[in-house]
């Protein structure tokens, strides 16, 4: 970075340089026009779109753009920087920049009202002699960029490779277990072999379902923009998921009631995608839910109302355990699993939700998540009737 702007920095100076050496009576004119508007470089400050501040000689701020009063709303134009500011590392980089002419980066960490990592860049205004300028000489431009949505960024990131290599080194690990047991110990045992093949075969699928989730995760994130355009007819999805889901269903002891909404209960929207929506929803009921739990999944029209036009909502209800209070807000995240072992254990790999958040985001529609201990959960997505 540091090097980076050093670089670009000569790079601007050899070209002004040249521009100079080859406009030298129009940078006359240019000199004496800027001398008695002397307000240009405020001109330039304000527009520069990071925060800046430009300081006198002795560091009392001349100047300062809207980003910057909106970082620091206490700072006052013509006192010094050092009242607000006490960072001995960025006065310290106002020094050598005064020094040596060169730009000067500093990290500041403010741990008030909210964490922030900002990186200060002194630099020295070099040029003509502006100390007769009235209102005092520009002397050194600062300007701060805020790191924190950036380093947030990145710490998603970071956190979502270390969780997705996480969840496939659990099944591989195990994977090769059975592969040195079938190699060794339990070469000549066909039992154990029928038995072990099988237990691979669940891992395997595991680590396909796995990536195909996350593959569902990056190809609707990379359409987020883009809204569907397809008419769906959200009955008609709802009978179609139930039917492809009554086996499952069987398998699990759960009861599925089907409620419809009257005539169409049309949307815009991808077909693909809602239906995928209404299975890992569905398929949360199930696993969930408990043996011989019911599974609501209803489709209803509402009335416009507030200035919204009318709707459509697509929920499944069941009546298991329900989700203790606290872990509603991040369950749509990715990863993320109230009990991680009980997720594991029925194969779940914290993508489902994740997957119905961003989906329900691109077709402009809102989630709902109601779920009570002891009560039972409902998922609802309510989306925009055509
Ligand atoms: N209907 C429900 N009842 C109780 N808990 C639920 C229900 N639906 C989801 N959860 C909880 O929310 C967590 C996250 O669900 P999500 O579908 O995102 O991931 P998963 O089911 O663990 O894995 P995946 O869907 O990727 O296979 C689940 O682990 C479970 O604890
Ligand atoms: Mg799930």
Redesign the pocket.
């Known amino acids: 970075m540091v090097t980076m702007s050093k670089q670009l920095d000569a790079a601007w100076r050899s070209i002004t340089a040249r521009w100079r050496r080859a406009h030298g009576a129009a940078q006359d004119s240019v000199t004496t026009e800027s001398t008695s508007a002397g307000a240009d470089w405020r001109v330039l400050l304000a527009a520069l779109p990071d925060a800046a501040v430009v300081l006198d000689p002795a560091s009392r701020v001349l100047d300062a753009n809207r980003p910057f009063l909106e970082l620091y709303p206490d700072v006052q134009i013509g006192a010094p920087l050092s009242r607000w500011l006490r960072n001995p590392d960025l006065f310290q980089a106002i020094e050598a920049g005064t020094e040596s002419g060169q730009p000067e980066v500093v990290t500041l960490l403010h741990r008030l009202p909210v964490e922030r990592r900002i990186a200060a860049r002194a630099i020295r205004l070099d040029g003509r002699d502006m100390s007769n300028m009235p209102g005092g000489a520009p002397f050194m431009l600062i300007t701060f960029r805020d790191l924190t949505e950036q380093d947030k960024l990145a710490q998603m990131r970071e956190d979502f490779i270390a969780n997705a290599s996480h969840e496939l080194r659990t099944p591989l690990a195990s994977l090769r277990g059975f592969i040195e047991t079938l190699q060794g110990p339990a070469r000549d045992d066909a039992a154990a072999r029928e038995r072990f093949l099988a237990l691979m075969a669940g891992q395997a699928a595991r680590m396909t379902?796995?990536i195909d989730?996350l593959l569902s995760l990056s190809r609707v994130e990379m359409r987020a923009h883009v809204m569907p355009r397809g008419r769906i007819d959200l009955n008609e999805v709802a009978s179609h998921v139930v039917e492809t889901l009554r086996p499952v269903a069987d398998a699990a002891h759960a009861e599925i009631t089907l409620a419809l909404a009257s005539g169409k209960a049309g949307v815009r929207g991808d077909h693909d995608e809602l239906v995928q929506v209404l299975t890992?929803?569905m398929?949360?009921?199930f696993?969930?839910?408990g043996t011989g739990v019911n599974v609501r999944v209803e489709v209803t029209k509402l009335p416009a109302e507030h200035g919204r036009p009318e709707r459509v909502r697509l929920s499944?209800s069941?009546n298991?355990?329900?989700?203790a209070k606290e872990?509603l807000p991040r369950?749509?995240e990715?990863?993320?699993?109230?009990?991680?072992s009980?997720?594991?254990s029925?194969?779940?790999?914290?993508?489902?939700?994740?997957?119905?958040k961003h989906i329900v985001a691109r077709h402009r529609g809102e989630l709902e998540i109601h779920?009570e201990l002891g009560k039972?959960?409902t998922?609802a997505v309510v989306l925009d009737q055509i």
Do not use: C, E, M, W
Request: charged share 15%.
């Open positions: 379902r796995l989730d890992n929803l398929q949360n009921a696993i969930y839910g499944v069941d298991g355990p329900g989700i872990h369950l749509t990715r990863f993320y699993r109230p009990s991680v009980a997720s594991r029925k194969g779940g790999t914290g993508l489902g939700l994740a997957i119905v779920s039972g959960s998922f």
